[in-house]
C-alpha cells in the first residue's frame, strides 16, 4: 500500500469509488473519466506499479477478474465489443503508478475509434457524476 497512490486509498477506502467488484485481492471500479459509458478500471488490491512488477499469481488472478468485468460491462450497457487496455509507465500513457486494466465498452463510431489508431491513452475524457457512475456500477454488478 503506498500512502500517496490514489488507488490505494480507495483500496483502503479513504477515497470514495462507484466500486463494481470486490474480493480479497481485487477491486473494480468506475473510472472518473471514462472513455465511454460503462468504463471500468480493474486493480489488484497491493500496490504494484506496472507490469514489470507484479507477481503472475497476482496477474493471473486480476486478469480472470478482468474477464468477468468485461461481460458484465459488454451486457449492462449493451456494447458491441470491449477494449482491453494495460499501460506500463509515463511514456506509454499510464497517469496513476498503480498497476491497473482498463476495460472499455465500444460501440461502432465512438470517440475511441478514432483515438485507437493514434494509440493514445485514455486521458482527457470528461469526468462523470458519482450518481451517474454508481448507477452504471449498479448495472454491471447485476451482470457479473
Same mark, same amino acid.
Request: proline share 3%; with cysteine; glycine share 8%.
Given at each position: ?8 486509498? *480507495?483500496?483502503? @477506502? &479513504?477515497?470514495? #469509488?462507484? *466500486?463494481?467488484?470486490?474480493? %480479497? =485481492?481485487?477491486?473494480?471500479? $468506475? %473510472? ?5 459509458? +460503462? ?5 489488484? !488490491? /497491493? ?6 512488477? *507484479?507477481? &503472475? !499469481? ?5 486478469? #480472470? ?22 499501460? =506500463? +509507465?509515463?511514456?506509454? @500513457? ?9 476495460? *472499455? ?6 470517440? $475511441?475509434?478514432?483515438?485507437? @489508431?493514434? $494509440? ?5 475524457? &470528461? !469526468?462523470? /457524476?458519482?450518481? %451517474?457512475?454508481?448507477?452504471? #456500477?449498479?448495472?454491471?454488478?447485476? =451482470?457479473?
Amino acid at each position: 500500500m503506498s500512502g500517496s497512490c490514489n488507488f490505494c486509498k *480507495i483500496v483502503s @477506502g &479513504e477515497n470514495p #469509488a462507484s *466500486i463494481v467488484y470486490e474480493d %480479497d =485481492n481485487v477491486l473494480a471500479f $468506475m %473510472d472518473l473519466h471514462p472513455a465511454n459509458v +460503462g468504463h471500468t478500471l480493474v486493480i489488484p !488490491k /497491493e500496490h504494484w506499479e506496472t507490469i514489470y512488477d *507484479i507477481s &503472475e !499469481k497476482v496477474l493471473s488472478n486480476l486478469f #480472470a477478474v478482468v474477464k468477468r468485468i468485461s461481460v458484465a460491462v459488454k451486457k449492462a450497457v449493451g456494447a458491441e465489443g470491449v477494449s482491453i487496455l494495460q499501460f =506500463n +509507465g509515463r511514456v506509454a @500513457g499510464q497517469s496513476v503508478m498503480h498497476f491497473h486494466v482498463h476495460v *472499455i465498452p465500444r460501440f461502432r463510431g465512438d470517440v $475511441m475509434s478514432k483515438l485507437m @489508431g493514434a $494509440m493514445l491513452g485514455p486521458t482527457g475524457f &470528461e !469526468k462523470a /457524476e458519482r450518481k %451517474d457512475l454508481d448507477k452504471i #456500477a449498479r448495472k454491471i454488478r447485476r =451482470n457479473l
